[in-house]
């Protein structure tokens, strides 16, 4: 998966969390600021580790780093 597709993979699944709450709900930059918190929380332990993105190859500090831009691109 892309950078990209991540960050738009992420922010709905918070976005869709917000609508199946009874009395709560979150707009679409409530789920975005969701998202870039958790990939904080994942650039704060993440190893650097090699992963193959597509055809590039990516540490996974490098790949959640471009998840948090197309985020905050969003």
Do not use: F
Not at 30 to 56: F, H, P, S, W
């Amino acid at each position: 998966m892309t950078p990209k597709e991540k960050a738009q993979e992420l922010i709905r699944k918070y976005y869709r969390l917000g609508l199946h709450q009874d009395g709560q709900s979150l707009n679409w930059m409530e789920a975005k600021q969701c998202a870039i918190i958790a990939v904080d929380e994942i650039l704060q332990n993440v190893y650097d580790d090699r992963a193959t993105i597509g055809r590039r190859n990516l540490t996974d500090k490098e790949y959640w780093t471009e998840v948090k831009q197309e985020i905050e691109k969003i």
